[in-house]
C-alpha cells in the first residue's frame, strides 16, 4: 500500500505507477495486453488535460472531479469521434484507478463514488455477429488435406470452432492441455490465467488423435511443446495470433468461392461467437454458454455455475455442430440479448 504524510496531498504519479506496476499485474493479474489497454487509457486522459490546458506537471486528484470527467466524455465522442464502446473502455480504466486509490486513500472516496455515476454513451446495439451453418462447414473445410501443413490448418480451425477458445488460448495451447479420455476436453488457459476445461465432440477427437500421430511423434516433442508449432531453427516454435487469424482468413477466401454468404471480414472471434450461438440455437443453456466461454460477468447466473460438471458440459455441446440447423430461437427477451452481446 502506498504511504503518504498525513498532511501532504495524494500523490497522483505514485499511485498511477503503483496501479500498472503492482496493482494490474499482482492484485489483478491482468495479462501485459490488458495492462498496456489501461495505460493507453490513462494517457488518453492526460492527453484531454493537456488540452485543457493542464499540463502534466499540474496534474492532481483535483483533475478527476466529476465534471471534468463528464466533459472528457464529451470530449471523445464529439472530437475524438471514438466509439461508444471506446469511451466505455476508457471510462472504465479512470474508474477502476480511482477505485485503487479510493482503497489507498479513504479521502478520495468521494471522486471515486462521484465518476461512477457518469455513463458513456450509449452504443447502437448491431445485429449478433455470426456465421450460418453453411459457411461454418465450408471454411472448417476449406483446407482440405493434401498436405501436413493443410491437414494441420484444419485440424487448427476445427478445434478453434468446437473449443470456442480465444485465439490467444489456442495459441498457448500445449500438449498438455489435452485430455482425450473420455470425457474428452482441453484446458484452455484465458484472462488473467484463469484456467478452464472445455469438452470436445468424439469427432473432434478423432481429428486430434490422427493430427497427434502426424505432427507429435518426434522424440523431440514432450507435453509442453505447442499443439499447433511451425519448425524454425530446428525447433517446435508456436504459432502466432496473428499466423492463426491468416490461415483462417485464406480458409474464407478459399470457402467464399463455394458459398458466396460467407462475409468479407472473417476473423477468430467471429469464430468464437458463432460455436456460441450454435450452441445456443441448439438449446443448450445461456448460462452454461457462459461458463463454456469463460465469461464471468453474468452475476445473476453463477448459482448454476456450481452444477456445470464436465459430462453435463459434454451431453450439452455433443448436439450441436456446424451441419445442424435448429428451429429459429427466441431471442427477443432483453436479457438472453444482452447476454448474447457480450458473448
Avoid at 69 to 95: A, E, G
Avoid at 109 to 114: F, N
Avoid at 126 to 151: D, N, S, V
Avoid at 239 to 246: M, R
Wanted: hydrophobic content about 40%; charged content about 20%.
Amino acid at each position: 500500500m502506498t504511504r503518504r504524510d498525513q498532511n501532504s496531498d495524494p500523490d497522483f504519479w505514485q499511485y498511477a505507477r503503483d496501479f500498472l506496476h503492482d496493482y494490474c499485474p499482482n492484485a489483478r493479474r491482468m495479462s501485459p495486453k490488458t495492462i498496456q489497454a489501461y495505460r493507453i487509457g490513462l494517457e488518453g486522459f492526460l492527453a484531454y488535460l493537456d488540452s485543457v490546458g493542464v499540463t502534466r506537471q499540474k496534474v492532481s486528484f483535483d483533475c478527476f472531479d466529476k465534471t471534468v470527467v463528464k466533459n472528457y466524455s464529451t470530449w471523445m465522442t464529439q472530437t475524438k469521434s471514438y466509439s461508444p464502446r471506446t469511451v466505455d473502455l476508457r471510462l472504465t480504466v479512470l474508474k477502476s484507478f480511482l477505485k485503487f486509490a479510493a482503497w489507498q486513500d479513504p479521502t478520495l472516496m468521494t471522486l471515486h463514488e462521484a465518476i461512477t455515476l457518469v455513463k458513456p454513451p450509449r452504443a447502437p446495439k448491431k445485429p449478433i455477429e455470426h456465421l450460418a451453418p453453411e459457411a461454418t462447414t465450408a471454411i472448417l473445410a476449406a483446407w482440405g488435406g493434401a498436405t501436413a501443413k493443410t491437414r494441420r490448418n484444419r485440424m487448427l480451425l476445427i478445434l478453434l470452432y468446437d473449443s470456442a477458445a480465444r485465439v490467444s488460448e489456442i495459441a498457448d495451447a500445449t500438449i498438455a492441455d489435452l485430455h482425450l479420455g473420455k470425457p474428452a476436453f482441453i484446458t484452455l488457459t484465458g484472462k488473467g490465467h484463469k484456467t478452464r476445461n472445455m469438452p470436445l465432440m468424439d469427432k473432434t477427437v478423432q481429428h486430434l488423435r490422427a493430427y497427434l500421430n502426424e505432427y507429435h511423434t518426434s522424440a523431440k516433442l514432450n507435453q509442453s511443446t505447442p499443439l499447433f508449432y511451425s519448425i524454425r531453427y530446428g525447433h517446435p516454435e508456436p504459432l502466432s495470433v496473428d499466423s492463426i487469424a491468416s490461415i483462417l482468413n485464406q480458409a474464407a477466401i478459399i470457402a467464399r468461392t463455394a458459398c458466396p454468404m460467407i462475409p468479407d471480414h472473417v476473423h477468430p472471434h467471429l469464430i468464437r461467437k458463432t460455436r456460441a450461438m450454435d450452441l445456443y440455437t441448439d438449446g443448450v443453456p445461456l448460462p452454461l454458454i457462459m461458463q463454456m466461454l469463460g465469461h464471468e460477468s453474468m452475476s445473476t447466473t453463477s448459482t448454476f455455475y456450481a452444477f456445470a460438471t464436465m459430462k453435463m458440459m459434454t451431453d450439452a455441446i455433443e448436439t450441436a455442430n456446424p451441419q445442424a440447423i435448429g428451429e429459429t430461437p427466441t431471442w427477443n427477451k432483453p436479457t438472453i440479448i444482452d447476454a448474447l452481446y457480450s458473448l
